[in-house]
Each structure stands twice: as structure tokens, then as C-alpha cells.
């Protein structure tokens, strides 16, 4: 019989003369594989059934900036970037799942690692499947290609483009009373042209973005960095959803090309009296969908961002309860093709939030990259993908009394499961 001391190793807790064959043989593959982890020149990382890492060679110390006592048993997604680490476990998944020993990640291209510090670099890796005294286990050998920056290429100088905009996504979440929140960001080409992030305005306000510029490539991965600019700008100088949309537009308007357009859903999230006050840019309509199956689009704001100076935009209000859902998300989502080689289509996400809505945050944005018309090996949509979703938990704070009606919000813009 076999199981495992705290450093990962096998033990053996009852032995018959017909196990001490295996015990031996057991005993001299895991000194081969110490070996092979103590002198290797690559980073090698070993995860259980869980995700949680069980092994971690002195190469990976140097390449993450981690030490090994650090790492071990906890999860694998600390040396992911934030926006990759849903596509991540998707990968993993279909890849446990399938029949194969082993497999090249990013066969594409690179995939994005994430260090200690929070530096993100390209990678080459490979995984294979193996099993350690009855339990599955991954192993993942990554070379770290930012080593060979002298040798770069216009290809690479794209890539490490695309590292840098990565920085500009949120390198995690906020912790928000009362829900539970996931994103996530798929790019079509090496330069996403969609964004998301969250910013801290005042203490219990939370500001929310998430846009779509027109394009693909390093043109639309410009004028997203320009959009984030003048946005950023504008929260610092205005508080009003509605006023920092439309200041926004006459800055895009003015500064970039006039064939180069952002649609974008800006919000402002109330943790004590839970209500988001937000302003939809001629973006893809959030859902919310409520605990009883009905639905409602967050379509309040005005025309995209860029188009035309001097454009006007209105600001909607929600007041959001226990067990609401929202989605936020970019036309790459709806846009996707299925086995069928139809798109999945707006008309369809309720019935499939439906579907997801007893999961949590993470599992429901799990659950809608699933659905992406990609095979599991090449998850590369043919438009860039990003998603928020937002699910509303019961508040720890059992002490806060009843929710009170905001100042300058009339009872008929409250949200309530009757309307």
C-alpha cells in the first residue's frame, strides 16, 4: 500500500513480500526523477489532481523567483497571469481529460508565465501525465525564452507587446463583500484589442471597466492603451459615470484616427448600498440574471467612444441582491462558432447562464470559454474574448442594518426581483 509523506515522496505503510517488487521499483523512478529535478536546466513543475504543486526543481526557483517551500501546496495559477489563469485550467482540463501522454503548450507561439515579482515573461513548455502511488499527477518543463532577448524578431517584439499590455489587466481581483467575482481575456492575436480592469475610487466604491476597440492586432492593442489613458485620467477628475464617458469620447475623438472606434461599459460599484451605476458605450449589453430565471440588459449610455465629438450619454442604476448574476463580456464571446459552425449569438447566453448559474464565479466563466467553437488544443478564438462575471453572495456583515436609498437615486431606478 502506498501514500505520500509531506515532501511529496512515496511511503510504504504495509508491505507483503509480493509489494516489495514494486515498493523498489517505485523507490529507484523517484530517485531517478530527484535526479532529473535537482540538475536540470529547465524550470519543472509538478502539480497534483488538485492543481496544487507538489514538486518544484531549482531551475523554477530561479526562473519564478520563488522558493520551493513557498510554492508547494498551493496552486499552480500563482505562476499564471490573472486574465490567462480560466484558459489555463481549461487547457489542463481538456488535456487530463484526453488520451494523450503529453503535449506542447502554445504550439502557437510562447505562452505567458507570471514571476514572484509580478513581471510576466514568454515561455516554451511541455506537460505529460504521469501517476505517483495511485493519484494523477502533471509535470510541466518550461524554458524561459526572455533569456534570448538578443536574438528578438519583429515576431518576438510583438509578443513581448502583447507581455507588456498584459501588465495593464489587473493582476488580481478585488475582494468585494457579498460577491464573488471572475475575469477573464483570450486573445485572438498576439495583441488584444479588448480590456478589462477594476479601480478602488473611494473606500467601498469600486470602479469596473470593459471594452472592445474596432480592429485586431498591434492597431487595436494602440488604441486600447489610448482608451485606458484617457479613462484613467478622467476618474481621477470626475466622479459621475455618465460625465467621465462623455469626456472620454471628445478625448478619443481628438486624438485618434477617425477610423478607430471603442465600445466600452464603465460602472461604479456601491458595496454597502450594492448598487452599480454604469454607462454602456455602445458596448455588448451585460446580462443580469436574476435567482428566478428572468433577465434584463444593461443597454443605458449612448453611442460608442471616438465616433463623434460632443456625444451625449445617460447613466442607469441597479440595486443588486443575493444570488443576481451579471455577465459583462465583448462580441468575441457571442461571435464564436460552435461544432456546427453557427455562432453562439447573444439570444443564446440566458438560456446557457442558466445553466452555469449554481457555480461559482470562476466555474461560470469556466463553463462559457467551454462553449467557444475552439478545439481544446488551440483555444484561439477567431475575435478576441473577454469576460467579468459577477456574482452577488449574502453579505458576512449580518450587522449592517437594511439597505437605505442612495442620495440622488429615485426608488423607481432600485433594482427588485418584481419588476
Known amino acids: 500500500m502506498c501514500s505520500a509523506d509531506s515532501t511529496g515522496r512515496p511511503k510504504v505503510v504495509r508491505v507483503h513480500n509480493g509489494e516489495r517488487l514494486v515498493r523498489q521499483e517505485e523507490s529507484a523512478l523517484w530517485s531517478t526523477f530527484e535526479g532529473i529535478l535537482a540538475f536540470a536546466g529547465e524550470a519543472i513543475v509538478t502539480t497534483d489532481s488538485n492543481g496544487l504543486i507538489t514538486a518544484f526543481n531549482p531551475a523554477a526557483e530561479r526562473v519564478f ?20 489563469r480560466a484558459l489555463h485550467q481549461h487547457h489542463v482540463q481538456a488535456f487530463a481529460a484526453s488520451s494523450e501522454v503529453g503535449r ?31 493519484e494523477s499527477r502533471l509535470t510541466a518543463i518550461l524554458e524561459d525564452l526572455s533569456r534570448y532577448e538578443e536574438h528578438k524578431t519583429l515576431e518576438d517584439s510583438v509578443r ?34 479588448d480590456y478589462y480592469d477594476f479601480f478602488k475610487i473611494v473606500e467601498g466604491h469600486w470602479g469596473l471597466v470593459i471594452g472592445d476597440v474596432a480592429g ?11 482608451f485606458r489613458a484617457s479613462l484613467l485620467a478622467e476618474i481621477r477628475n470626475n466622479y459621475s459615470v455618465s460625465t467621465i464617458m462623455t469626456k472620454v469620447n471628445d478625448l478619443l475623438w481628438e486624438t485618434t484616427a477617425a477610423n478607430r472606434f471603442v465600445t466600452a461599459f464603465y460602472g461604479v460599484f456601491d458595496e454597502r448600498h450594492r448598487m452599480l451605476s454604469y454607462c454602456n458605450a455602445g458596448h455588448n449589453f451585460p446580462i443580469l440574471l436574476r435567482p428566478d430565471g428572468s433577465f434584463v440588459e444593461l443597454e443605458t449610455g449612448g453611442i460608442l467612444l471616438g465616433a463623434f465629438r460632443g456625444s451625449h450619454y445617460e447613466e442607469g442604476h441597479l440595486m443588486l441582491s443575493p444570488g443576481d448574476l451579471l455577465l ?58 473577454s469576460l467579468i462575471v459577477m456574482k452577488m453572495t449574502d453579505l458576512p456583515d449580518r450587522t449592517r442594518g437594511p439597505l437605505s436609498t442612495p442620495p440622488g437615486v429615485t426608488e423607481s431606478e432600485h433594482y427588485s426581483p418584481d419588476r
Open 65 to 84: 523567483g520563488y522558493r520551493e517551500e513557498e510554492v508547494l501546496g498551493r496552486s499552480l495559477e500563482i505562476l499564471i497571469p490573472l486574465p490567462l
Open 104 to 134: 506542447a503548450m502554445g504550439h502557437r507561439g510562447p505562452i505567458e508565465c507570471r514571476r514572484r515579482d509580478g513581471s510576466i515573461f514568454p515561455a516554451q513548455a511541455s506537460i505529460f501525465k504521469s501517476t505517483h502511488c495511485g
Open 160 to 193: 513581448a507587446s502583447r507581455i507588456t499590455q498584459l501588465h495593464f489587466f489587473p493582476e488580481s481581483l478585488p475582494e468585494l463583500r457579498g460577491m464573488d467575482l471572475a475575469a477573464v481575456n483570450i486573445p485572438s492575436d498576439v495583441i488584444s484589442g
Open 216 to 226: 485586431k492586432g498591434i492597431p487595436a492593442g494602440l488604441m486600447m492603451s489610448a
Open 328 to 385: 459583462f463580456y465583448t462580441d468575441g464571446l457571442t461571435e464564436a462558432l460552435g461544432p456546427d459552425g453557427r455562432e453562439l449569438g447573444r439570444a443564446a447566453l440566458p438560456g446557457l447562464l442558466r445553466g452555469l448559474l449554481a457555480g461559482s464565479a470562476s466555474e461560470i466563466a469556466g463553463g462559457l470559454i467551454g462553449h467557444l467553437g475552439t478545439t481544446s488544443a488551440d483555444l484561439h478564438p477567431t475575435d478576441d474574448v
